[in-house]
């Protein structure tokens, strides 16, 4: 999520990234690296399992040494709690409330991170010993064993200022005027706490790290997101009370000043970390348009995302390839996904045909991005079709050139199932769907693998009655053909021809076939509505074909629609294919494939094995800006669940920022620094290291942070880069900045080796 704060001359932009307790993301790694496709540095107590992470190119993790200083107060990683990151390079720095320890991958966490040159370069500076922030009003530091922190304001982020008062005071510094209607009463001022060491709640039992108030005026559109590393801090209404005893440790607070209009986003965030909220005042009728925050307040978590997965492939031709999209989405998905996935990836309208039920209708509601229903009947060419016995599914896109077989119907009910569409960049063939969606009806207004897949053969579309369909070939897409034999012949067109070697015996070809309906098993339960027999043929036609058995087209099926797709692909891409059929739980009937075939394709030898339902790593990516119209800040959020296993820094924030990362976090014996690949490294930042004169080191400091390589990118992280946060739900935020990146850059200047 993204949120801006509410600044009119300097807008700040804040990115929000959590992950629940079902992730398994770690959230360095898995999360903030891979949204800021940078290098972190990070600063955070690290175990003996994370350790800085150098592999690839660019997106790496750098462990920020212990101690360091924060301008001329020492810090270090035994008494510091804070966990934060920059971006290297970039601009970006980050909160997290994990530290960088294996075992925040099983638990939520939340990364806050700030775009802001001027934040990023007093953070960047405590990072310039590697191993090897807003919302945004100001940033405060507190290094181990100081009273005072050091601040970074809004209107003076070009360096490290020194804190006004003691953050025991309960005034004349930022922090206790940010709270100061929060630990006293004021009618117009209402808030909600969330901590996870709660005040007065000792040994609360918690995956959650979280600490932060959201504050909101309730006479005017202003609000304030206070995020922090404090326990037991602040307590409701009873008077500002610093806890002096964390004197002794480093601590972090960034106060952030937003429109409440950002609140939603926050709290959707929030969402997937399960915080402990210890205080609510605020009033529903505040809240009414804020679902998210609703859910918040209510205690409606664990909320699981939309399990997705989108995959893309190209055919298989030198010279004309063509882009295909999938698009499959689990049965805990609850996403429609005609509208929340095809519309929300493609970002444009689509015309569907498409069985209909009486919930789901045409939708034209927002701009440029509508479900538009064709009319029923229809004409292929000069064949006709309709909604009673066509059962197909798909639509074209408006503009565009992208065509998309579904699997299911536009039903309602298709919410509660798994479901995939395959959409096909390509003019010819779209403009082929187009014409027959020439007439519409006139009503109602997302974790990417990236493959290649090969040669489009053909594509045949059968249209009710008819016994020979309309055929689109590689050679000749420029208008439908008319199919050379009926389907039902056993030679002398296509689909014949392609499955030659499925119906007969060929000991060079080997296949595996899927369909919710299998040839011979009638009245067979599955949520599954995908057929195919491989090539990668994917088709509508239940019991068909049959393996082995000679080729038999079910000529009961000619009273009604069907749309068979045949790819020709290379082997390297049927295990995408497979990850993105994991989700789609398809009855495989047959599959002679030899392992020694698929050695080194794991998600087609868990689909051929029946491991499924198999869900994909539940992240989510949003982004927020800082309220500024002159100097807006970008803050990406990058969260996973505790059902990832993806480890954080190298997974998430690497693979998201495509460059290397310098950490600063705790790391364990396992997790190593990374340099394999080109650009995409983990660097651990060296313990100790200095912010600006004060000292920090991995032993005291607890904050997870990095710096992405080069770039302008902080992060914090919540969880630190340990081996076991891979189990664990992990957050990162990730910022923008060019001074706040090169704060925590000069931090991370000094990087441990990267592994031999």
């Known amino acids: ?97 994990k530290p960088y320890l294996k075992n925040q991958a099983k638990e939520p966490a939340m990364a806050v991170c700030i775009e802001n040159i001027n934040i990023f370069a007093r953070f960047d500076a405590v990072a310039a010993q590697l191993f090897k922030l807003d919302l945004y009003q100001a940033i405060v530091y507190k290094a181990p064993g100081q009273a005072n922190g050091k601040i970074i304001e809004a209107t003076a982020a070009a360096a490290w200022q020194n804190g006004a008062q003691p953050l025991s005071n309960n005034a004349q510094h930022s922090f206790a005027t940010a709270l100061q209607h929060v630990v006293a009463d004021n009618n117009n001022v209402k808030f909600l706490a969330y901590n996870n060491a709660p005040p007065g709640v000792p040994s609360i039992k918690t995956k959650s790290n979280s600490k932060g108030v ?7 559109d202003s609000a304030a997101w206070i995020v922090h590393t404090v326990p037991g801090f602040p307590a409701a209404k ?35 970390v399960q915080p402990i909220i210890h205080y609510n005042d605020i009033p529903k009728t505040e809240t009414a348009a804020l679902p998210y925050f609703n859910k918040l307040a209510e205690g409606k978590i664990p909320t699981l995302p939309p399990f997705t997965s989108r995959l893309t492939i190209r055919t298989q031709s030198v010279a004309t390839p063509v882009t295909v999209h999938i698009y499959s989405k689990s049965e805990s998905s609850k996403y429609e996904i005609y509208k929340k996935v095809i519309v929300r ?9 498409s069985k209909r039920d009486k919930i789901l209708k045409g939708d034209c509601r927002g701009l440029q991005r509508h479900i538009r229903l064709i009319k029923s009947p229809a004409v292929v060419v000069d064949h006709n079709t309709n909604l009673e016995a066509d059962i197909t599914n798909w639509a074209v896109s408006d503009p565009g050139n992208i065509f998309c077989h579904i699997d299911k119907p536009y039903l309602k009910n298709q919410a509660k199932e798994p479901a995939m569409a395959v959409c096909i960049e390509n003019n010819d063939i779209f403009a082929r769907f187009d014409a027959i969606a020439a007439q519409i009806y006139h009503i109602l207004k997302q974790q990417n693998v990236r493959i290649e897949m090969v040669l489009l053969t053909a594509i045949v ?40 070697h499925v119906v007969g015996n ?78 789609v739980q398809p009855m495989v009937h047959y599959n002679d494939i030899p392992e020694a075939e698929t050695a080194g394709m794991p998600y087609f030898n868990k689909l051929a094995e029946g491991k499924i339902p198999t869900l994909p790593p539940f992240t989510s990516r949003r982004s927020i800006r800082t309220e500024n119209a002159a100097g807006p800040v970008a803050v990406h959020i990058y969260s996973k669940s505790e059902s990832s296993k993806y480890e954080v820094y190298k997974k998430v924030i690497v693979r998201v920022l495509k460059k290397t990362i310098k950490v600063w976090s705790k790391r364990d014996n396992i997790l190593k620094g990374d340099c394999r690949g080109s650009q995409r490294h983990i660097r651990l930042i060296k313990s100790p290291a200095v912010i600006r004169d004060h000292n920090t080191n991995l032993e005291a400091d607890i904050t997870n942070w990095a710096v992405s390589d080069p770039g302008n990118i902080f992060c914090h992280i919540d969880k630190p880069y340990f081996k076991n946060q891979t189990r664990e739900p992990a957050m990162a935020v990730c910022i923008e900045n060019n001074d706040i990146f090169a704060r925590f850059n000069e931090i991370a200047a000094q990087l441990e080796n990267c592994p031999q």
Do not use: M
């Open 1 to 97: 999520l993204t949120i801006r704060t509410q600044d009119g001359a300097s807008p700040v932009t804040v990115h929000i990234y959590s992950k629940s307790e079902s992730s398994k993301y770690e959230i360095y790694k898995k999360v903030i690296v891979r949204v800021l496709k940078k290098t972190i540095k990070v600063w955070s107590k690290r175990d003996n399992r994370l350790k800085g992470d150098c592999r690839g190119l660019q997106r790496h993790i750098r462990l920020i040494k212990s101690p360091a200083v924060v301008v001329d107060h020492n810090t270090n990683l035994e008494a510091d709690i804070t966990n934060w990151a920059v971006s290297d390079p970039g601009n970006i720095f980050c909160h997290i409330d």
């Open 214 to 220: 959201i504050i909101l005026a309730t006479n005017a």
């Open 238 to 272: 009873t008077g500002y009370s610093w806890p002096v005893a964390e004197n002794a440790r480093g601590h972090l607070l960034i106060c952030l000043t937003i429109s409440e209009s950002q609140i939603n986003a926050i709290a959707a965030s929030l969402l997937l």
């Open 345 to 353: 990836v493609l970002k444009k309208t689509i015309k569907v045909w």
């Open 461 to 500: 579309y059968k249209a009710p009655g008819q016994a020979n369909g309309k055929i689109i070939e590689a050679t000749a897409a420029g208008a439908w053909q008319n199919g050379a034999q009926a389907l039902s012949s056993d030679n002398g067109h296509s689909f014949a021809k392609t499955l030659e």
């Open 506 to 583: 060929n000991n060079n070809v080997k296949f595996l076939a899927y369909n919710n309906a299998p040839p011979g098993v009638p009245s067979i339960k599955t949520k599954s509505n995908s057929k195919d027999s491989a090539a990668w043929i994917v088709h509508t036609v239940p019991g068909f074909p049959t393996a082995k058995t000679a080729y038999s087209w079910p000529v009961a099926e000619n009273a009604r629609g069907h749309l068979l797709i045949c790819l020709t692909i290379s082997e390297t891409q049927i295990n995408a294919i497979a990850a993105s059929l994991l989700l």
